[in-house]
């Protein structure tokens, strides 16, 4: 009894797997949509939906990306330029998102300050004073964790900058 609902647990996680992908299958004027793979005489074209956005690939060819981790893992190396860029697209993206935290905080002490209002207390209430302050040590934690990240990144900037100089 176990192997049977065993099997048909699997056999439900795996449709649903594919369920966010279909191929489109074309031969001549003919297209056909399935959940399988195409027969060898139609042109595939793989149709994937997720996070309500769809693509179409054409999975006839094959695209070779070599992804970073597996070239470190290979032992094969990023150049020092593709590095400096991936180091300056990280800062970036930390620095994003300390500006998108600081937007959360200007919400989260509006939301506070509506609160305050409705409850019909004073901006020195202990109460309302603990949840600000609480508030902003959350969020300064947070901008602190990135702009040590964001000078770490710098640093290794500067060395990598500093190695190819020496080079040249």
Known sequence: MAKVIFTIV???????????????????????????SCPKEFRQHKIEYQ???TTETDSDKRIKTQDPLQAL???????KARLLQLLDSEAYRLRQENSYYEILRASELQK????RYWQKKEPTDPEYQSSVE?????????????T???ALLNVRKQQIEQETAEVN
């Open 112 to 115: 506070l300050e509506r609160n």
């Open 51 to 53: 996070y309500g956005i």
């Open 148 to 150: 040590d990240t964001i």
């Open 10 to 36: 699997c056999l439900m996680l795996s449709s649903a797997a594919q369920a966010n992908s279909i191929f489109k299958c074309i031969k001549d004027d003919k297209i056909v949509f399935s959940q399988h």
């Open 73 to 79: 893992l290979n032992k094969s190396t990023i150049s």
């Open 134 to 146: 609480e508030m902003n040590q959350h969020f300064d934690q947070l901008v602190k964790v990135n």
